[in-house]
């Protein structure tokens, strides 16, 4: 997830980039925050806005204000800080009607834990405390880095989960790779049946032994965000590299799952573990890569389908935890491209997006943290 260290600024880009005059402006959401880490909706119509805090608690802005009681405080069953916390939020597509939305943390002995929680029939400003039906337990107690963190309902109406490959550095337990472990995997999972859950009838693994039944896609190191494309449907998912590079991968809409995205055998499109012969034709690699002379931990975004900023419409926005580029990705005439969009101080640990596609970015200061919404300049 998050990785925090003295940095040199220096904007050099492996790909092809462009720049030019500042295409977007931050503007703040009021009210301060500790360590916020993720941004999302209900789906609801309410427009509200819900800022996750890593320490724990979920809180609601309402377009004036952040509310000052908690819509859920799990504190008492968190494991915080460093790349540990209550991670993401993730609402039913039928929220509305059912009230069901759905959390990811780490457990005081460190294991990732995914647990539904039901709205107050109330209060649709609280949560139920007593609601909790926990879904799915990942023991990740040995090392407390590469908890991954990201819940996602895809536009299937399966809930999928990024966890990363266990901790360490190197992958010194080659998860990634393991298909009988859901570390280093992407996963997905059928929520309306099942006890607590079922496993989609197309998941790819599930004819193969040994395998972990929930995966769909695998080889990553720590996919802390990933987003779907609200109008194609295609997933981006911005894994954080080890020493040198970070990477975007990309799966079109009409994947059936199963991409090999290469972690520990390549970081970005470079062998890794082996040092040669670690591509063999078959791994899924990055559409887009930058080098650690760029950043050092990326944050993935979303794909723009506002309609405030006409100049980045259809692009991919990303940032860097360490040095607070946002930029933009289009794939154009086959070729991938990068845009600078603006160059900002803060320690982006995620983007959010409201019911109307605009987005948003989260700073993870842990005192001062604020949520800011992109406009247009």
């Not at 806005?49 to 009681?69: D, R, W």
């Not at 981006?236 to 040198?244: P, R």
């Not at 290469?262 to 470079?270: D, I, L, P, V």
Request: charged share 15%; with cysteine.
């Amino acid at each position: 997830m998050i990785r925090r260290f003295a940095f040199i600024f220096l904007f050099l880009f492996t790909l092809s980039t462009t720049a030019g005059a500042a295409t977007i402006k931050l503007v703040k959401v009021p009210g301060n925050l500790a360590r916020p880490v993720d941004i999302a909706v209900a789906g609801d119509g309410s427009e509200r806005l819900f800022f996750v805090l890593q320490n724990g608690k979920i809180v609601i802005y309402n377009g004036t204000a952040v509310l000052s009681t908690p819509f859920l405080n799990i504190t008492s069953a968190v494991s915080c800080c460093g790349e540990r916390g209550l991670l993401s939020l993730a609402f039913h597509p039928n929220y509305k009607t059912n009230g069901f939305f759905y959390v990811y943390y780490t457990a005081l002995n460190g294991d990732v834990t995914i647990a539904r929680y039901k709205v107050s029939a109330t209060n649709p400003n609280v949560a139920s405390a007593n609601s909790k039906l926990t879904l799915l337990t990942v023991g990740h107690s040995q090392f407390s880095n590469h908890n991954g963190g990201k819940l996602a309902f895809g536009p299937d109406g399966f809930l999928y989960i990024s966890i990363g490959d266990g901790g360490s550095g190197g992958d010194p337990n080659n998860n990634g790779q393991n298909l009988g472990k859901l570390l280093g995997k992407l996963l997905r999972i059928n929520v309306n049946s099942g006890t607590p859950y079922s496993i989609p009838p197309g998941n790819p693994f599930i004819g193969t032994a040994g395998a972990k039944k929930e995966i769909w896609a695998f080889g990553l190191r720590n996919p802390w965000r990933f987003s779907s494309d609200r109008l194609t449907g295609d997933l981006y998912t911005a894994d954080v590299g080890q020493n040198e590079f970070e990477e975007i991968d990309f799966q079109a809409h009409s994947s059936t799952g199963g991409e090999n995205y290469g972690w520990r055998k390549m970081e970005g499109k470079h062998c890794f573990n082996p040092s040669s012969g670690c591509n063999n034709g078959t791994l899924r690699l990055p559409v887009l890569e930058y080098s650690h002379s760029a950043g050092c931990s990326i944050t993935g975004g979303y794909v723009y389908r506002g309609t405030k900023i006409p100049a980045i419409a259809g692009m991919y926005l990303y940032s860097d935890y360490c040095t607070g580029f946002i930029r933009g990705a289009k794939k154009v005439n086959g070729v991938w491209t990068t845009t600078l969009l603006l160059s900002t101080p803060h320690n982006i640990s995620t983007f959010g997006q409201n019911e109307s596609g605009e987005l948003y970015i989260a700073d993870h200061d842990p005192t001062a943290g604020a949520v800011y919404r992109i406009a247009k300049p």
